[in-house]
């Protein structure tokens, strides 16, 4: 399934971006060499990061801040990061 339209990034892309590190939009896109452009991706990219680090570690709801704090005031662009 696609998930970036712009980018032809599909869900085992990111994925496999989230395995070796990524943990938000921006980090998803810039494991790929590129960056937002529509930012329709962007809420689906952060469901898959927060859905991934629950899955990882029980603890990083507590000790991680992988979104900034404005996330939800900025569905795109400035909250990719
Ligand atoms: S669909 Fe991902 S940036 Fe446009």
């Known amino acids: ?32 060499g590129c960056q937002v452009q529509c930012g329709k991706c962007v809420p689906l990219m952060r469901e898959m990061a927060q859905d991934h680090r629950s899955r990882q570690c029980g603890a990083c709801a507590t000790t991680c801040t992988p979104e900034p704090a404005n996330a939800d005031a900025y569905p795109y662009g400035v909250a990719a990061e």
């Not at 998930?3 to 971006?17: E, R, T």
């Open 1 to 32: 399934m696609y998930v970036c339209i712009c980018h032809a990034l599909n869900d085992k892309q990111v994925s496999k971006a989230l395995d070796t590190g990524a943990h938000t939009p921006a980090s998803i896109f810039r494991h790929h």
